[in-house]
């Protein structure tokens, strides 16, 4: 890549500790120590949509390579939902979060979900890059296992056979949505370069 550094348009621990497991041979920054402490308003209709409206920001008031993500979880009977809105779909924390989409999927049978994440790498110049991945899996009816984040406990992965919170970082970084996303980034950097 042409720029070694790049900034991870996130404020999500999390999701930064993902990235950079994922890109070992990047240095990738936080946007705090890249001096961006804006919230970027999230307007966009889809994944893709608002990770180019951070990443772009962050280019914007940096002047470096930023790379940003934006991710959710997709329930076929809720018709996609909670989708763009995974993040706030109660207006709570992810426990909150978690409770919802429970209550929700109560008398549901149909279960079946993914996590979809659109990654956006944009540069100084102007280039711009994007990939998006997908992990496929049905939604548990209690949370299971003490790993992850977000809904990661209710997510029984088809890959894994077990729950994201009840996987090691390797195993859900394997299978994930973003690290699928991330590895067909990476994949498209090495062919052009």
């Known amino acids: 890549?042409?720029?070694?550094?790049?900034?991870?348009?996130?404020?999500?621990?999390?999701?930064?500790?993902?990235?950079?497991?994922?890109?070992?041979?990047?240095?990738?920054?936080?946007?705090?120590?890249?001096?961006?402490?804006?919230?970027?308003?999230?307007?966009?209709?889809?994944?893709?949509e608002n990770a180019f409206l951070k990443a772009r920001a962050v280019v914007e008031k940096t002047g470096q390579a930023a790379l940003a993500d934006d991710s959710g979880l997709c329930v076929n009977a809720l018709g996609g939902a909670?989708?763009?809105?995974?993040?706030?779909?109660?207006?709570?924390?992810?426990?909150?979060?978690?409770?919802?989409?429970?209550?929700?999927?109560?008398?549901?049978?149909?279960?079946?979900?993914?996590?979809?994440?659109?990654?956006?790498?944009v540069f100084p110049d102007g280039e711009e890059y994007s990939s998006i991945g997908k992990t496929y899996g049905t939604i548990v009816r209690e949370e299971r296992g003490e790993n992850g984040f977000g809904y990661d406990p209710l997510f029984f992965?088809?890959?894994?056979?077990?729950?994201?919170?009840?996987?090691?970082?390797e195993e859900k970084n394997a299978v994930s949505h973003r690290g699928r996303a991330l590895a067909g980034l990476l994949e498209f950097l090495k062919d052009e370069e």
């Open 1 to 48: 890549m042409k720029y070694k550094t790049v900034v991870a348009a996130t404020g999500n621990e999390h999701k930064l500790k993902e990235i950079r497991e994922i890109l070992k041979g990047y240095h990738v920054i936080s946007a705090k120590e890249a001096g961006f402490f804006d919230e970027v308003e999230e307007t966009g209709k889809s994944f893709l």
């Open 82 to 121: 909670p989708g763009i809105y995974s993040a706030r779909y109660s207006g709570g924390d992810s426990a909150a979060n978690r409770r919802l989409l429970l209550d929700n999927l109560e008398n549901e049978n149909d279960r079946s979900a993914h996590f979809e994440c659109a990654i956006a790498l």
């Open 157 to 169: 992965s088809e890959d894994l056979q077990k729950t994201f919170a009840e996987a090691s970082d």
